[in-house]
């Protein structure tokens, strides 16, 4: 294995666990990859301020490709680069979404908007339930009410005003959806549209950027800001969003729990999410460049 000076890594279905959580054992391997010198960021759908809602609970700083790619922050949450939507793409895409009639939430530079918060929660407490049958709908959603006021999303009648104001940057709808034929519907409607991505997170969403914000993309711009070769990086992740980065980098990892199209990506395939498959794939290569370098 050639020697890995940079990890990446996605959060949702890869870093974190079903409880959306990092586990002591992802973070121990974590901290003992930055301490044999190893580069360490998150690449995530999510925008800064939801990642570090997650990340601070077990004291982890480390620099980040938030939003699919469409921003850049450094370890202090400086944003190193940005890429939006023009106010003429962002209204189109509102407009599709709405007359589908799709719960969707709004990513820009001055937090995150929705037009209906009570349809927001459900749409969240829907997925929770579909991944966990079992779960009590009580403390679910007591827990999905106390996210939505952690991350602070604004409720507002409508959009157009953000999307045409000049000092709010557009960067990511994010939809929700359990029908999987009306989102494979909305797929094909988007991908007509110029100037955009459309990819998913997950089974039950749609995520739409400028063509330009991919994972993928901002860990090319992340390295070589760093000096650190692809061919020495590695990325983890599970799902469709993760694609751009996966292909991209030397060391590609697909979890236990990715989908078929993932794994087959991929040079390696680790442990589930639930079971710290990427504190599995961090120790392995740890132990690999430490037999290497006794050797030498």
Do not use: W
């Amino acid at each position: 294995m050639t020697l890995i000076k940079c990890i990446a890594t996605d959060m949702d279905g890869t870093l974190l666990n079903a409880s959306q959580e990092v586990s002591e054992e992802n973070k121990l391997a974590i901290r003992e990859a930055r301490k044999q010198g190893i580069d360490f960021l998150v690449a995530t759908g999510r925008s800064y301020h939801d990642l570090r809602y997650v990340l601070e609970k077990v004291d982890i700083l480390c620099p980040a490709i938030c939003l699919n790619g469409a921003e850049i922050r450094d370890e202090q949450g400086n944003i190193e680069f940005g890429i939006g939507l023009d106010e003429e793409t962002a209204s189109q895409v509102a407009r599709i979404l709405d007359h589908a009639d799709i719960y969707y939430e709004l990513y820009t530079s001055n937090g995150t908007y929705t037009t209906n918060y009570e349809k927001g929660v459900q749409a969240v407490m829907d997925i929770y339930r579909t991944a966990n049958p079992s779960i009590e709908i009580a403390p679910l959603r007591e827990r999905v009410e106390k996210r939505f006021k952690k991350r602070l999303i604004k409720v507002v009648d409508h959009l157009d005003g953000i999307f045409g104001a000049g000092d709010i940057v557009t960067y990511k709808f994010f939809g929700f959806s359990k029908d999987a034929a009306l989102l494979n519907e909305m797929n094909i409607r988007f991908e007509q549209i110029k100037g955009i991505t459309v990819t998913a997170s997950g089974r039950q969403n749609i995520e739409i950027t400028h063509a330009q914000a991919k994972k993928g993309n901002a860990l090319k711009r992340y390295t070589e800001k760093r000096g650190i070769p692809l061919e020495q990086t590695m990325a983890i992740g599970d799902n469709y969003n993760d694609l751009s980065m996966l292909r991209l980098v030397g060391h590609s990892v697909a979890m236990g729990n990715a989908e078929k199209e993932i794994k087959d990506s991929c040079r390696y395939i680790t442990g589930l999410n639930t079971k710290d498959g990427v504190a599995e794939i961090i120790y392995k290569i740890l132990e690999e460049q430490n037999i290497r370098n006794e050797k030498a």
